[in-house]
């Protein structure tokens, strides 16, 4: 089946600082991409939904200028977490949709120290 | 409105016996899509199965079973004589014509040896 990376698997980064989370689609274009966040012992809550070339779409309560997301490619977004603070601190998980199928990528774990 | 519930928060088994976890979904639209996925600890989505809103036949595959009436809404989802491997937290989901997944909240199956 069609792959899906994450990058980092994981990432600790100080309170303050930017963090950015790559998605890619390995074998297959990808025309929408979703991010997803899930904390501990919780469901995943869809965060925002990216076309290639198009804003981004975000969920009710996700503060678009704290999550930054660049859909630059077919093949590639980007999750910026911008002045992360400990709350911030969950594990992200990134989706990517063909024309017939969604798939999911291994997740990103973020600390926020 | 779309909504997936999964009642049970967390389920313990002994090893080799049955557990047929529950999911009750909610939706409007004739044209849907139920999935089940596997999360164990490293996060992880592991998609288990796919099955559309005309498809109500039962399914099997090995230890695991599925069981989907339109009539209850309901999706369960059986394993057969359980193995400690099993241990993981379990996700119902609903894909429709809205182009996002409505994930449950979740099953967390601990299976004892």
């Known amino acids: 089946g069609a792959v899906v990376s994450q990058h980092p698997s994981w990432v600790i980064c100080k309170s303050g600082t930017s963090v950015k989370i790559e998605c890619r689609s390995l074998?297959?274009?990808?025309?929408?991409m979703f991010w997803y966040r899930q904390f501990p012992k919780q469901s995943l809550m869809l965060m925002a939904t990216s076309n290639e070339g198009s804003k981004a779409t975000y969920e009710q309560g996700v503060e678009k200028d704290k999550f930054l997301i660049n859909h630059a490619s077919l093949t590639l977004s980007t999750l910026t977490v911008t002045s992360a603070h400990p709350e911030d601190s969950s594990f992200y998980i990134c989706s990517a949709r063909d024309r017939y199928e969604q798939y999911f990528g291994p997740g990103t774990r973020l600390t926020v120290t | 409105a779309q909504k997936v519930t999964q009642a049970q928060t967390e389920i313990s088994v002994v090893e080799k016996e049955d557990v047929t976890l529950d999911c009750v979904y909610e939706?409007?639209?004739?044209?849907?899509?139920l999935f089940w996925y596997k999360q164990p600890p490293s996060g992880e989505l592991v998609f288990l199965i796919r099955?559309?809103?005309?498809?109500?036949q039962n399914e099997i595959s090995g230890r695991y079973s599925w069981n989907f009436q339109k009539s209850t809404s309901s999706f369960n989802f059986t394993i057969t004589a359980s193995q400690v491997v099993d241990s993981a937290v379990y996700f119902c989901a609903l894909w429709s014509a809205g182009n996002q997944f409505y994930f449950g909240t979740g099953t967390s199956l601990t299976v004892i040896p």
């Open positions: 099955r559309n809103s005309f498809d109500e």
């Open positions: 074998d297959f274009q990808a025309t929408t």
């Open positions: 939706t409007r639209d004739t044209t849907y899509y």
